[in-house]
């Protein structure tokens, strides 16, 4: 399914949700992750430098703890520039074939990944990306007919209303309903403790 999973980290609770979502994924189907922090342009501000690269520290190293705990394979990188194109070179250097993004919406002044950097990669990737709200939230899914009613509501917010339906997959911890219509194929994951759920184009 996947291989290669790129997480922009950047130490806010939101981009640690998104590293909770991509280790549990890769856990499951054998993938490794990919995180990246990108410092933005460098600062004349010598203080401020070294707050960005403690906050990337920080970041990268939460992001291995996670993995480690569930024996995924990590790497790490830093770079610099406008976080949109950094992450989508970032992806195409890797072969990534599925980006994980966590969002704050558009009013935080002084987080890196917010809504629009998610939709701007979005529009300039041929892979899926995933993007995850730390509000998202939703309750444990115990049955194949609670997976599907999960995914069909969850497509039909998303605009599917006419997607067919296949029989859930049931993986450790997740369930992967697969879906399609005349737009394309989907991947619906559905969290089995939680409830949480994201739709993933794939073809």
């Not at 980006?99 to 890196?112: A, E, K, S, W």
């Amino acid at each position: 399914m996947y291989n290669h999973i790129l997480v922009p980290v950047d130490a806010s609770p939101e981009a640690e949700n998104a590293v909770g979502h991509a280790v549990h994924l890769a856990d499951e189907i054998g993938a490794d992750i990919h995180a990246l922090y990108v410092a933005g342009d460098r600062s004349t501000d010598d203080s401020a430098d070294r707050m960005g690269s403690k906050r990337g520290d920080r970041a990268l190293d939460g992001a291995t703890e996670r993995a480690d705990e569930h024996g995924v394979p990590t790497q790490t990188a830093v770079a610099e520039g406008d976080p949109a194109e950094t992450i989508v070179d970032y992806a195409g250097e890797i072969n990534a074939d599925l980006i994980v993004m966590g969002t704050h919406g558009r009013d935080g002044v002084n987080r890196l990944f917010n809504g629009s950097v998610a939709e701007r990669v979005g529009r300039r990737v041929s892979i899926p990306v995933m993007s995850i709200r730390l509000d998202d939230a939703g309750q444990s899914v115990n049955s194949p007919l609670e997976a599907q009613r999960i995914a069909r509501e969850k497509l039909e917010r998303a605009g599917h209303d006419d997607a067919v339906i296949e029989s859930p997959s049931q993986q450790r911890t997740s369930w992967v309903v697969r879906a399609s219509d005349d737009c394309g194929e989907y991947n619906v994951h559905i969290n089995s403790v939680s409830g949480r759920a994201k739709v993933v184009h794939v073809g």
